[in-house]
């Protein structure tokens, strides 16, 4: 039976709180699961791997990462024992390098929770083989898109590509006094107007968020978890319809939107 070609997804991770309080978020995961079709593999892209060049995860076993501090004891205690692919990993270095991107094989890194709390909440049952991919913040929203468009081939493969950082992320704002009820002034125009030039297909206002999109700054201090957002529209592939489908996981804590996107394009 053939395939059909999986589409490439962004999804907004959150707090690693996610994982035992997943809301909303966690719907929209376990019925995006249920609408695709299974993956036989999943490369993902996390804002909490950032490294000067790409890396790419090639452990067998890859391990459960629980890279944070001052959270519940039972979320130390997660484990999500997904099985890696060495030898897809191997596969994404050579094809990011015949892209001109200069990759690095790294046989020993294991999920973080920007991998691990969505793959939990999507496949619960940690049975499909996962690969980790860094980003490089230093490089740019364009070089995240020529990453995505690199590897854009292997979703015919039924490897499944994801970014994986949120949608908006202002730490600073974590004791700010925002919560249900009361989101941070900034979160619904950035939010609207990075929807809006998605299902505009404009790449070059996007790659350009940073001087045109409203509250930029305020939205994003640093680039690292938006950036997965490009790695998935570059996988979407490079026609001038990325078929964008926006999932709206509502905001945490007042100031993390968690938007999810599917794209489908070819």
Known sequence: MSRSRMPSLFISHGSPMTALQPGLVGEQLAQLAQAIEQ??????????????????????????????????????????????DPALARRVVELLQQAQLPAQFVPDY???HGAWVPLRLLYPEAHIPVVPLSIQPRLGPAHQLAMGHALESLRDEGVLLIGSGSITHNLHDWRAGYGDGHEAPYVRPFIEWIGQKLSDNDVSALLDYRKLAPFAAQAHPSDEHLLPLFFAMGAAG?????????????????????DIYRFDGE
Not at 58 to 68: L, N, R, S, V, W
Not at 72 to 83: G, H, R, S
Not at 249 to 257: N, R, T
């Open 39 to 84: 993956p036989k593999a999943i490369v993902i892209a996390s804002a909490h791997w950032l490294g000067r060049q790409p890396m790419v995860g090639g452990a067998a076993k890859p391990e459960t990462i629980h890279d944070f501090g001052g959270f519940p004891q039972a979320l130390f205690d997660i484990q999500y024992p997904a099985p890696g």
């Open 110 to 112: 294991g999920l973080d």
């Open 238 to 258: 490079q026609s001038d319809d990325l078929q964008a489908q926006r999932l709206d996981a509502g905001v945490d804590m007042g100031f993390l939107a968690m």
